[in-house]
Every structure is written in structure tokens, then in C-alpha cells.
């Protein structure tokens, strides 16, 4: 399976920490994103970071990729109550022009900030 | 206001009684994709269009069928319900078929067979 591993799956955290969320993955992809969803709800895209990138700023985000260790990860800086909700990693896999279309979604973090 | 629209919200129905779950974009957006959420297992890929009569599988398309006659819409076809299909269904949308870019996601439909 392509299914990549989401760690930590639950955050608990207080308002003002940081909260960081790894992503790793098997295969090779051609960008990874990451989406928020607030408890059963559509997913909202967050950003998005193509293979030979290694790091995207948007405003409190902060992604990193590293292709090397198949693996990334999502920052959210100065945490607020409002960030409560879950975050996943889609990865996009890079099928050498085939498959562009099969996204893999990870299993999702679970970040509670509390007030 | 650019949207992805799915219907019905919420479903019961009974094992073996065929349903459609309608998704409609109104972004002009090629690909159109199908999930569903099951707790545990986070989200799995369906079925997805990277344009019109252009359709593939996902990792889990047993028991469901699309279709895409028209750009806008995108309907998950399930023939005979069975109760291994009670899910969270989500529709999305992207500008693009390559380089897939950001999605775009439907509220969900939530389904329960009986």
C-alpha cells in the first residue's frame, strides 16, 4: 500500500505552542499537500510542496519535505484554539506520466488546542 | 460562490437498493475524484476523472461505478448498497488532470446502510 504513516495521531497542546505533524510515505511522489478538517467536515487545502522543493512558508504554516527520507512535516506556529481540528498529507504519486490522477491520503493527525 | 456540491447529506438505506450520490462543481475543474472516510482508516481514493469519459480506479472501487458525461458532475453509483458501505463520502475537485493541484472538497455525504 501506498499509505504512509501520520505521527503523531493525536496533539493536545495549549494556545501559543507550536504543533508540528510528520508525514512519512513508500513511494516516490510528485508534490505532497496538506488539508485541514474540522470534525467531519470537507477537507480545506492548506498548501502544497512539489518534489524539488524543500520548505513553503503561508502564514502561520510551515512545510518541509525531505524526498531523501520520504517524509514531511507541518508546523503551525503561535497556536490558537481555532487550529482544533485534523490535518492530513496527500500525497500525489509521481507514475512517470500514469496515475496522475491517484491521490494517497494519510491517516490524519488530530490536533486539540486548548484555550 | 466556487463550489463542489454533493447530495444527498445524509443517506439511510437498505442492502441492495441502488443509490446515486450526485457531485456537481461549478470551477470549470477537470478532475473530479471520490472518497470515502471510515475511522481508523483516514480517507481512500474511490474512484476519480481526469476528464470527461475519462475515468480510473482508485485503491478501493469494489461495489461502486461512476460516470462523467459532462465536466460538472460526477456521480458514485452504488448498485447493490451493503452494510460494509456505510462511510463518509466526500466529492473533490482540481483545475487540472496533471500536475494535480488543490483540491477542492464537497461537505460529504454520510451514508448508512442497513
Known amino acids: 500500500s501506498q499509505q504512509g504513516e501520520e505521527d503523531p495521531q493525536a496533539l493536545s497542546i495549549q494556545e501559543g505552542e507550536n504543533a508540528t505533524m510528520n508525514c512519512s510515505y513508500k513511494t516516490s511522489i510528485n508534490n505532497l499537500q496538506w488539508y485541514r478538517q474540522n470534525s467531519g467536515r470537507g477537507l480545506v487545502h492548506l498548501i502544497l510542496?512539489?518534489?524539488?522543493?524543500r520548505e513553503k512558508h503561508s502564514g502561520r504554516l510551515r512545510v518541509t519535505l525531505d524526498t531523501s527520507k520520504k517524509s514531511s512535516s507541518l508546523l503551525i506556529t503561535a497556536s490558537r484554539a481555532a487550529d482544533t481540528a485534523s490535518y492530513f498529507c496527500?500525497?500525489?504519486?509521481?507514475?512517470?506520466?500514469?496515475?496522475?490522477?491517484?491521490?494517497?491520503f494519510g491517516q490524519g493527525t488530530i490536533l486539540t488546542v486548548h484555550p | 460562490e466556487a463550489q463542489v456540491t454533493q447530495n444527498p447529506r445524509y443517506l439511510i438505506t437498505v442492502t441492495g437498493k441502488k443509490l446515486t450520490v450526485t457531485c456537481s462543481q461549478n470551477?470549470?475543474?477537470?478532475?473530479m475524484s471520490w472518497y470515502r472516510q471510515d475511522p481508523g482508516l483516514g480517507l481512500r481514493q474511490i474512484y476519480y476523472?481526469?476528464?470527461?469519459?475519462?475515468?480510473d480506479k482508485g485503491d478501493v472501487p469494489e461495489g461502486y461505478k461512476v460516470s462523467r458525461k459532462e465536466k460538472r458532475n460526477f456521480p458514485l453509483i452504488l448498485e447493490s448498497p451493503s452494510p460494509n458501505q456505510t462511510s463518509l463520502y466526500f466529492c473533490a475537485s482540481s483545475r487540472t488532470g496533471s500536475r494535480t493541484g488543490e483540491l477542492f472538497f464537497g461537505e460529504g455525504s454520510r451514508l448508512t446502510v442497513l
Open positions: 496527500v500525497r500525489l504519486a509521481n507514475a512517470g506520466g500514469t496515475s496522475y490522477g491517484k491521490l494517497t
Open positions: 470551477m470549470n475543474h477537470e478532475y
Open positions: 510542496i512539489r518534489s524539488n522543493e
Open positions: 476523472s481526469m476528464n470527461v469519459e475519462v475515468t
